[in-house]
């Protein structure tokens, strides 16, 4: 199949396996994993971080930065389409009893600095206490603007607050750019990463930030039931993406774009934006069940039905792309 309706379809290649295979391993709540210390060590480098933490999964990498971050009765300035606090359950209000303030986002993903300056909360026992900004970076796909993200950053800690990026594909900016990650990473105090989406891992994502805030997340993540024992199968799987599957995420772009190119030419469609590995369209109503039945006919699984979005990854090819146009062709040219 050709799967478009995520990133996180992609498999783990022979090679990542070989990779798992021949990790050593050691219980990593008692901190003996060593393929999880270099992955760790790995990664905090990278990120131009103190350290790092791995998780089973970016929700709980998020959930456990907040907690860190936030105390009982503290609040998050986060956006409305932002994983964080849109995608995550509301476990952050669920299990830390942090407050969330959603804030509309603007066209390009970023949350307006006056929307942010308004939502900070006076020092008064009415309010909750603001305590963090969670930004995300790509968002829909969207590279956030750097010169945005040090005055967001700047303006929060103004006020006093901690910054979070919630980075799951900070990997697809750091490439779209040619940005080392480290500089994308500089502004925040904690990023979490995730490689289990483009970068073709099973499962994992990091958190990086300072040795304190890491040390109140190891404890949540414990909380958490992400205490894992021989990870290092998971850390190995992760480790060889970072060496191997980065640079690559650039030809994820490049067919993105030209499925973008491809879709925009069918009568009646309209491209809404095509960012990185991602592009959202609107298709007419009536055709999009069809379109749906007819895209799995020939091997394509799509989205249409709720949001119309594409995410290319590594598992899809340059063939793949134009047997997806063609598909999209055929069906309108019967129309
Ligand atoms: C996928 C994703 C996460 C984490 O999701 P998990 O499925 O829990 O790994 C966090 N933020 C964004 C923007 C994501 O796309």
């Given at each position: 199949m050709i799967d478009l309706r995520s990133d996180t379809v992609t498999r783990p290649t022979p090679a990542m396996r070989d990779a798992m295979h021949a990790a050593p391993v050691g219980d990593d709540v008692w901190g003996d994993d060593p393929s999880v210390a270099s992955f760790e060590a790995a990664v905090a480098e990278r990120a131009g971080k103190e350290t790092a933490l791995l998780f089973p999964s970016g929700t709980q990498s998020n959930l456990a930065a907040l907690l860190a971050h936030c105390q009982r009765g503290d609040e998050v300035i986060a956006g409305q389409q932002a994983h964080t606090y849109?995608?995550?359950?509301?476990g952050a209000a669920v299990l830390g009893g942090i407050q969330p303030q959603p804030l509309e986002h603007a066209i390009d993903g970023s949350l307006p600095l006056e929307k942010i300056r308004a939502a900070?909360?006076?020092?008064?026992?009415h309010f909750a206490r603001t305590r963090l900004l969670a930004l995300e970076n790509t968002i829909g796909g969207k590279v956030l603007d750097a010169d945005y993200v040090k005055a967001a950053t700047d303006l929060a800690r103004e006020h006093g607050l901690a910054t979070h990026l919630d980075g799951a594909r900070l990997f697809n900016a750091a490439v779209a750019t040619d940005t080392p990650l480290a500089t994308l990473c500089a502004p925040f105090d904690s990023v979490s990463l995730c490689f289990?989406?483009?970068?073709?891992?099973p499962m994992g994502s990091v958190l990086v930030g300072s040795r304190a805030l890491i040390d109140e997340a190891r404890r949540w993540r414990k909380v958490l039931g992400?205490?894992?024992?021989?990870?290092g199968i998971i850390a190995a799987a992760c480790h060889h993406a970072l060496n191997?599957?980065?640079?690559?995420?650039a030809e994820d772009h490049r067919r993105a774009a030209r499925l973008a190119q491809g879709i925009a030419a069918?009568?009646?469609?309209?491209?809404?934006s095509v960012a990185t590995n991602m592009l959202f369209a609107h298709f007419p109503e009536a055709h999009r069940e069809p379109l749906v039945a007819h895209l799995q006919a020939r091997g394509i699984l799509a989205e249409l039905l709720y949001s119309t979005r594409f995410v290319v990854h590594r598992d899809i090819g340059d063939d793949d792309i134009e047997t997806v146009i063609e598909a999209f062709g055929e069906y309108f040219a019967a129309q």
């Open positions: 849109k995608y995550e359950g509301g900070i909360k006076p020092r008064d026992f289990s989406k483009g970068l073709g891992a992400g205490g894992l024992r021989q990870s191997h599957h980065v640079a690559s995420l069918l009568p009646g469609v309209e491209v809404n």
